[in-house]
Every structure is written in structure tokens, then in C-alpha cells.
């Protein structure tokens, strides 16, 4: 299988566009299905403080090449296991909300690094703005000392909205690297977007299949027909036709894989403009104006 194209971030590190979301997996399985992922050909893992399932994360980034080719049980698919050194993967995290301000966020990526048992990680977001809190300006500078001192390879922020985007840029010194938001075919982003794209930068969908939600859609499955793909494939080769990073989450390999299968086929104008009309301001997670 092809793996996933890389782009580059406003400070020139690569970032695979497909990755691998890591939200309500329990820790016991996070370790196994890492590894299974990593077998399938990703490179790109998304957890977070919150997720509570960073030491598992570890542990299956740790094993590498724990996965058993021709093991029924995790779809069998007779793959030599890679071995991989730790400039192979990428590994984000996020800073949760009660740790904001400039000393907590210090000690919440002190915790996460640990749990995780690495000496730094890709990249580091804000979780959340939680704007009543008024912190997300110090945090994001914590997030720059840790940048200057080489713990992350780069930084950036979640659930920002345009406003919360303009105040931060009054003070930070390092303009984020990702703004990961909510992002399918039923929640499009279009403003956030376009923003991004004139401050450099990147686009990070989260929920990119819409929590599974968006799979349903008639447009969505006509095309699948159309391509003979699946509902699932359709909307991941949407987000990176925008050029966005995705980041869906699965618990089995097939799915996993299929995933990852969606280099192999192109979405042309006609197809891109009928999803674009399917925008609806439908959101699967909360309004980044409710959480604080
Ligand atoms: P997704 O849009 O990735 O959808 C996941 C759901 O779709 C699961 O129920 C999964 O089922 C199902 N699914 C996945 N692949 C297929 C397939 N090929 N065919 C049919 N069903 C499929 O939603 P998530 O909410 O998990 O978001 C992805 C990631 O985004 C998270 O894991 C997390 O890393 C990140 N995230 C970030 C947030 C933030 O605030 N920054 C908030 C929420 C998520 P099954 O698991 O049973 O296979």
C-alpha cells in the first residue's frame, strides 16, 4: 500500500497527511492497535493528555515491530513488520484544559513526555482555547519555550476559532504550525480554511469521517459506488485533495487499512464540488465556544 504523502509545516517539518486518531481508545488497547497501525503503513499518531491512553501509545510505538504477520485475530495480512526508528513516526499530543497557564502547561508536558516515554514529540497543540479561562495566550507561550528548547518539533493549537486565532497573533512569537478542528463533508470549516491558509497555517480535520456519521450520506455513497471505494475512502481522499491532515480513528485492521488505501484514485472537479455542497454546520463534537 502507498504510504501517505507528507507536508510541509510552516517551519519545514513534514507531517504525514493521513494519520491515526487515538480518542476513546482504552489504554489496554492502545499498544496493540498503534502497532497494527504501524504494520498497515502509518506513520502519524494523535493522542492527547485527555485521551488517557499515552503510556499505551508509547508502549506500541515502543514495540515497533510487535505485530505477528499472518495473526488471525488482527486481520492476517502477511506483511513483513517494519522496523522503525523513532525519526520514522510522528507523535502529537495536547495540552488538557485544566493545565493551562504558563508553569502547569510546563508540568503537563513533563507528565505527557513521561506517560509517553519519549525524549520529545512531534508536535504539541493547545486542546482547547476555553476562552473564558483567559489562559490560552501563556499557555501557547509555554508551548513556545518548549519549542526554543527542542521538546517539539512543533507547535500549534485545537478548536481555535478565527477569533481566538487573531488574539493569540497579537502575542506569539511562533505563528502555530496546525489548527486541528472538526472537519468532514457535513462541517467544512470553509472561513477557518481560508484563514489558515493566508497565515500558513495547516489545516488538521479531527472526526474526518464525522465520527462515522458522514459514511452514511447519499452523495458520499453514490460516489463510493462510483469509484468502486468505499464511503470511508471517499471522504479521506476529499480531506487531502484540500490539502488538509486527517486524522481517523479505527479499531479494526481492515479498516485501518482501508484508511490508508486512498492514494490510488483521484476525486475529479465534479466530484469535489458535490461535496463540497454538503456542508450542513453539523457537529459531532462540542462548539469550541461551550468547553472551558
Ligand atoms: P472519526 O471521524 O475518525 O470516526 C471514527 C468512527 O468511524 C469510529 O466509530 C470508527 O469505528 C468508524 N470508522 C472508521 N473507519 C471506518 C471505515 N473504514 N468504515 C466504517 N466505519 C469506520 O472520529 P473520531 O472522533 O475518532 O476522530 C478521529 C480522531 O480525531 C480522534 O481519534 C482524535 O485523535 C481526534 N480528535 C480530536 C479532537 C480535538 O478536540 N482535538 C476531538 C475529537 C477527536 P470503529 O472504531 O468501530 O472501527
Same mark, same amino acid.
Request: glycine content about 10%; some cysteine.
Given at each position: 500500500m502507498k504510504p501517505s504523502p507528507r507536508l510541509s509545516l510552516n517551519n519545514g517539518v513534514l507531517i504525514d497527511q493521513l494519520g491515526f486518531g487515538l480518542y476513546k481508545v482504552p489504554p489496554a488497547d492502545a499498544p496493540g492497535l498503534v502497532t497494527m497501525a504501524i504494520e498497515a503503513g502509518y506513520r502519524h499518531f494523535d493522542t492527547a #493528555?485527555? =485521551?488517557? @491512553?499515552e503510556t499505551g501509545v508509547g508502549r506500541g510505538i515502543g514495540t515497533l515491530s510487535g505485530f505477528t504477520p499472518g495473526d488471525d485475530t488482527r486481520g492476517g495480512s502477511g506483511e513483513s513488520s517494519p522496523a522503525l526508528s523513532r525519526e520514522d513516526l510522528f507523535i502529537t499530543t495536547k495540552l488538557w @484544559? +485544566? +493545565? $493551562?497557564g504558563y508553569d502547569a502547561t510546563l508540568r503537563a508536558f513533563d507528565t505527557s513526555i513521561s506517560n509517553l516515554g519519549l525524549? =520529545?514529540?512531534d508536535l504539541y497543540l493547545v $486542546?482547547?482555547?476555553? #476562552? /473564558? /479561562?483567559?489562559?490560552y495566550t501563556e499557555s501557547y507561550r509555554a508551548l513556545e519555550t518548549l519549542y526554543r528548547e527542542g521538546k517539539v518539533r512543533a507547535i500549534g493549537v485545537s478548536n481555535f476559532q478565527p477569533a481566538h486565532l487573531e488574539h493569540l497573533l497579537e502575542t506569539a512569537e511562533v505563528v502555530p504550525a496546525v489548527n486541528q478542528v472538526e472537519l468532514h463533508p457535513w462541517l467544512q470549516q470553509a472561513e477557518l480554511r481560508s484563514l489558515h491558509g493566508k497565515l500558513g497555517i495547516t489545516t488538521e480535520g479531527w472526526s474526518p469521517l464525522g465520527r462515522g456519521q458522514a459514511l452514511k450520506d447519499p452523495v458520499v455513497l453514490a460516489l463510493a459506488a462510483e469509484h468502486g471505494r468505499t464511503a470511508a475512502q471517499i471522504i479521506l481522499r476529499w480531506h487531502v485533495q484540500l490539502g488538509n491532515v486527517a486524522i481517523p480513528k479505527a479499531s479494526s485492521y481492515a479498516r485501518i487499512r482501508e484508511n490508508l488505501d486512498v492514494f490510488g484514485f483521484s476525486l475529479d472537479a465534479t466530484d469535489m464540488a458535490d461535496l463540497a455542497a454538503l456542508e450542513r454546520g453539523f457537529r459531532t463534537g462540542s462548539h469550541p465556544d461551550a468547553v472551558n
Amino acid at each position: 500500500m502507498k504510504p501517505s504523502p507528507r507536508l510541509s509545516l510552516n517551519n519545514g517539518v513534514l507531517i504525514d497527511q493521513l494519520g491515526f486518531g487515538l480518542y476513546k481508545v482504552p489504554p489496554a488497547d492502545a499498544p496493540g492497535l498503534v502497532t497494527m497501525a504501524i504494520e498497515a503503513g502509518y506513520r502519524h499518531f494523535d493522542t492527547a #493528555a485527555m =485521551y488517557g @491512553n499515552e503510556t499505551g501509545v508509547g508502549r506500541g510505538i515502543g514495540t515497533l515491530s510487535g505485530f505477528t504477520p499472518g495473526d488471525d485475530t488482527r486481520g492476517g495480512s502477511g506483511e513483513s513488520s517494519p522496523a522503525l526508528s523513532r525519526e520514522d513516526l510522528f507523535i502529537t499530543t495536547k495540552l488538557w @484544559n +485544566d +493545565d $493551562h497557564g504558563y508553569d502547569a502547561t510546563l508540568r503537563a508536558f513533563d507528565t505527557s513526555i513521561s506517560n509517553l516515554g519519549l525524549e =520529545y514529540v512531534d508536535l504539541y497543540l493547545v $486542546h482547547w482555547p476555553c #476562552a /473564558r /479561562r483567559g489562559l490560552y495566550t501563556e499557555s501557547y507561550r509555554a508551548l513556545e519555550t518548549l519549542y526554543r528548547e527542542g521538546k517539539v518539533r512543533a507547535i500549534g493549537v485545537s478548536n481555535f476559532q478565527p477569533a481566538h486565532l487573531e488574539h493569540l497573533l497579537e502575542t506569539a512569537e511562533v505563528v502555530p504550525a496546525v489548527n486541528q478542528v472538526e472537519l468532514h463533508p457535513w462541517l467544512q470549516q470553509a472561513e477557518l480554511r481560508s484563514l489558515h491558509g493566508k497565515l500558513g497555517i495547516t489545516t488538521e480535520g479531527w472526526s474526518p469521517l464525522g465520527r462515522g456519521q458522514a459514511l452514511k450520506d447519499p452523495v458520499v455513497l453514490a460516489l463510493a459506488a462510483e469509484h468502486g471505494r468505499t464511503a470511508a475512502q471517499i471522504i479521506l481522499r476529499w480531506h487531502v485533495q484540500l490539502g488538509n491532515v486527517a486524522i481517523p480513528k479505527a479499531s479494526s485492521y481492515a479498516r485501518i487499512r482501508e484508511n490508508l488505501d486512498v492514494f490510488g484514485f483521484s476525486l475529479d472537479a465534479t466530484d469535489m464540488a458535490d461535496l463540497a455542497a454538503l456542508e450542513r454546520g453539523f457537529r459531532t463534537g462540542s462548539h469550541p465556544d461551550a468547553v472551558n
